[in-house]
């Protein structure tokens, strides 16, 4: 059984660029969840899909946007970056949405903004 | 008014003895969850232990515990015998009801001294 992965691990932008980050869910799991982690904050929920639809969104602008494939891969887009996007970026995945408390987390991709 | 608040930016152990960190919650809801997380340098959230707003036992899994006090909306996440390898940075988060999103706390980075 394979984890949770994504890709790339470390990413450097330009203001303005748009950046699309990669999410392999753990085996199985039909759930994942995007997350933002600024440096020494705790991780923010950016939004979840849920068998290839959105199920719930935080308090991020539109120019954030996901998609999940059937193999429940999923895809975070940002649009328009700006300096304060850098950060983390976690994916968790998990295998029911009613039972998702124990969601899976990928090892992250580093955003770098300039 | 913040979730998860996580009063202790940093703390020191020494090897092999017990640590507690501290992690207070508000929420009206009366289902929630209440999950710990540990983050070592490497950036993945693993996940340590779960506990339910209606468990009446307060949550174990191996050396870490879980003290909940309901009343006081308190779940501090208790380390016994403290191991090098349990440097980290350590989260508290929360979801509420059958929720999507997770709140987390700011983090409390702990050093273990040998």
């Known amino acids: 059984e394979t984890g949770v992965t994504q890709s790339p691990t470390h990413l450097i932008k330009t203001r303005g660029q748009q950046v699309t980050l990669r999410c392999s869910s753990q085996s199985g799991h039909n759930t994942v969840s995007w997350y933002q982690q600024a440096l020494g904050q705790g991780p923010q929920f950016i939004f979840q899909?849920?068998?290839?639809?959105?199920?719930g969104r935080g308090n991020f602008p539109p120019r954030f946007s996901g998609l999940q494939f059937p193999n429940y891969s999923s895809e975070l887009n940002v649009n328009a970056l700006e300096l304060d996007d850098s950060a983390l970026y976690l994916c968790a995945s998990s295998w029911d949405r009613e039972n998702s408390y124990e969601q899976y987390f990928g090892p992250g991709t580093r955003l770098t903004v300039t | 008014a913040q979730k998860i608040t996580q009063t202790q930016p940093g703390m020191f152990v020494q090897e092999k003895e017990a640590v507690t960190l501290d992690c207070t919650y508000d929420?009206?809801?009366?289902?929630?969850?209440l999950f710990w997380y540990k983050q070592p340098s490497s950036g993945e959230m693993i996940f340590l232990i779960y506990?339910?707003?209606?468990?009446?036992q307060n949550a174990t899994e191996g050396r870490y515990s879980l003290n909940f006090q309901k009343a006081r909306k308190s779940a501090n996440l208790v380390i016994s015998a403290s191991q090098l390898g349990d440097s980290a940075m350590y989260f508290c988060?929360?979801?509420?009801?059958?929720?999507?999103?997770?709140?987390f706390g700011t983090g409390t980075s702990l050093t273990v001294i040998p």
């Open positions: 899909y849920y068998r290839e639809e959105e199920n």
């Open positions: 506990q339910g707003s209606y468990d009446q």
């Open positions: 929420t009206s809801d009366p289902s929630y969850g």
């Open positions: 988060a929360m979801r509420e009801g059958n929720g999507n999103q997770f709140y």
